[in-house]
């Protein structure tokens, strides 16, 4: 029998070693197959450590934790973080628990195939393409299987060792790092990974948002149905589709025993957003009338609510048709499919469900500021309101980024707490995140929410339970939830927990002092390994802010082309030149009046002269 890793023999004989073992041990023994598979890549693993020549993690120097600084060195991709990681969870599992599964090990040697042959792309021959996987014989009736083995076994224990101090001569030198970044990026979008695979990647990834999910095990074909208090992704759901040789759809999304939505697993090459006006459509429109007990309703010719597709890849701009998740709300024919850059768990389809925006947009429209303004509470001034006014306009008139621009010491957390009293007041958002980029932003924003007073002598705080800061264990209760970047980007981009924030639970996001990490975004790093540079920074801060599907608020002190490029222009300016000309006019106006006392107006001229040396100061320290 010839090993699907073969190919590894001349340059990296250990780990064909290891993955013919794990092909041999396939049909006898399937936890033997899992712990080799898991061995090969913790020694691919080690390999990378090696021929980077990057040190060892001298706390913590485990699998995952190395894998982890592969990752932040940006020498992984996601579709190969992706791959480490169920081979990595499957041999824990296997080695602790005993596990075996036949069916789970055909995939996990086709992911190892398909890992190595990246990694000799990448390490090995950069000319390399891949073959096709080919399912094992089986060769346990063979004579001297169980010799072969052995000797296999041992063989295997030797290679590593002796490959181990020769690593240094397999790497083109004359290519450095930021090359062999690209080059891993380039060989990871040409992977053409297989149904199986795709299959398992989106097990693994609707399971991190709170779905069973398992297209081996939770089939309709196996029995598996849905269950009240259970929310299970069911593989195979059978439908009267007609436009497929199959008839079903690859997964059907059950939030305890109501339909919520309809899942077409696509293969690597195929455009994905097509798929949401064909096979997506076609499997709503076709649940088979004695599965109608599970239907919430039917919306015009479809009877599942909302429609996804995939592939798999995480999304990619340059490739939007190829990567992400498609989706469609298709309550509504105005509804556009979109490309989403994760899953929505089972509360959030339920919450999209309940929710009625043009009745909490009619709400917002017409609630009063007045209580902004009273003495006893807020007591915004009126360029704060001005502000809050803006900024809902643009919420109501459909905007998903907006942008307040307002000058140090204009009280823009003040603005922040009336304009979230008022959204979550009338319902226009149920659930708020509140971004900062330092623990001490935060700290300071949570000393005003839980101390000034906004309504009946109660703080924001009071009234709605706040989710404190970077508390990853999300309650649906909390109406609000603050939260650092630097703990979004562990958690989304280099999270290996069993569970990852959905793209939907937060609806708002207001993001503190936006500017901030621009131009002295190094010194705000509280994790020197999250970023490289101050462009990787922006980056990782994108990618965070993006990955949500929620409507963006940010406020900065000053503007920069970044912050425009992700929240556009200004809907509202409050410079510091507006400041002290308002102050001065308010002061001078008041000199003939009666109504103040010298004092009072002593008291404006007083501030206004304050604003101005603000200014001045602000403009000693420009570079012009």
Known sequence: MISNFSFLTERFPALEKLGTLAEGYLYSDSNSCLYKLGSLAEILVNYMFELEKLTQPAKDNTHANR????????????????????????RNVAVHEGYESFEEC??????????????????????????????????????????????NEKLSAELEKAQAMALSTMIHRHIDISERRKRAAKAARNLHLSAREIRFIIDRQLRKVGWEADSVNLRYSKGTRPEEGRNIAIAEWPTDLTMCQWGYADYALFAGQKLVGVVEAKATRNDISSSISNQCREYSMGIKEEHAVYQINSWGIYKAPFLFATNGKPYSPQFPTKSGIWFRDARRDSNLPKVLQGWIGPQGLLDM?????????????????????????????????????????????????VLLAMATGTG????VLGMLYRFLKTGRFKRILYLV???????????????????????????????????????????????????????????????????????????????????????????????????????KYRSVLEYFDAVKIALTATPTRFTTEIFGKPVFEYSHYRMTS????????????????????ALQLEEAAHLIMIAIKKLQNLDI
């Open 67 to 90: 894998i982890k600084i592969l990752q932040y060195e940006d020498l992984l991709t996601p579709e190969i973080s992706d791959i480490l990681y169920v081979i990595r969870i499957t």
């Open 412 to 415: 823009k957390t003040r603005t």
């Open 106 to 151: 055909k995939t996990l040697l086709e992911m190892a195939h398909t890992l190595t042959g990246w990694f000799m792309q990448i390490y090995g021959d950069y000319e390399y393409e891949p073959i096709a996987f080919v399912l094992p014989e089986d060769i346990r009736n063979e004579e001297n299987y169980l010799k072969l083995l052995e000797e």
């Open 353 to 401: 469900l309940k929710k009625n925006t043009d009745s909490a947009n009619k709400m917002l429209a017409e609630s009063s500021y007045d209580p902004l303004c009273e003495r006893n509470g807020l007591a915004l001034r009126a360029y704060q309101v001005e502000a809050i006014e803006k900024a809902e306009a643009a919420v109501l008139a459909g905007r998903q980024t």
């Open 437 to 539: 980029d330092q623990a001490i932003l935060s700290e300071l924003a949570l000393d005003v929410f839980e101390e000034v007073k906004i309504e009946d002598l109660m703080t924001l705080e009071q009234i709605y339970e706040i989710n404190k800061q970077d508390n990853k264990d999300l309650c649906w209760e909390n109406k609000l939830h603050v939260a650092t970047v630097q703990s979004l980007i562990k958690r989304i981009l280099f999270s290996d927990d069993e569970s990852m924030p959905s793209v939907t639970d937060y609806d708002l996001i207001i993001v503190d002092e936006a500017h901030r990490g621009y131009k002295h975004g190094h010194e705000l790093c509280d994790d020197e390994l999250l970023y490289r540079s101050q462009s990787e920074y922006m980056s």
């Open 582 to 601: 308002e102050s001065c006019k308010h002061a001078l106006n008041d000199l003939p009046s009666s109504t103040k006392s010298g004092e009072q107006i």
